[in-house]
């Protein structure tokens, strides 16, 4: 399952890129990940429908500072309704797969701790490891 949410996480954030590329915005030439801190602080604002690239570029923080002059050309695309649109979905889905992976792996870790805590009540005990009084019922 966590596989399949991963493998999700990057068809979204692959379409999240698309969209970006189909407004003519390079953000992914610029930030190594889009859906990073920087990344994600600058789709909210283009899906709240700030276009200016000054702007967007000025939320940059970091290593991304150093780049800010190519980081606006980068930025200066043709931002659309629909592509504000299609981000929500887009960043919506993300978060959600995100927390079901999160989700997934705190089930996965639960389990795995309950199924070394049985194990160790099996095989403790008897000179058999408690087997036999495991397949009799007695535990």
């Known amino acids: 399952m966590r596989a399949s949410l991963s493998q ?10 698309k969209v970006l590329e189909d407004a003519n915005v390079k953000l992914g030439s610029m930030a190594t990940n889009v859906l990073g801190k920087s990344g994600r602080a600058m789709l909210e604002d ?33 931002i659309r309704s629909h592509h504000g649109f299609l981000l929500r979905r887009l960043v919506d889905q993300i978060q959600f797969v995100e927390n079901e992976s999160h989700c997934s792996t705190n089930v996965w870790r639960t389990s795995a701790d309950n199924d070394r805590t049985w194990r160790k009540r099996l095989f403790a005990g008897t000179r058999y490891g408690g087997w036999i009084e495991w397949q009799r019922g007695l535990f």
Request: glycine share 6%; hydrophobic share 45%.
């Open 8 to 17: 999700e996480a990057s068809r979204i954030s692959s379409r999240i890129q």
């Open 46 to 78: 283009i899906i709240a429908g700030e276009d200016d690239p000054e702007r967007l570029a000025a939320l940059a923080p970091g290593h991304l500072r150093v780049k800010i002059p190519q980081l606006r050309l980068a930025l200066a695309g043709k």
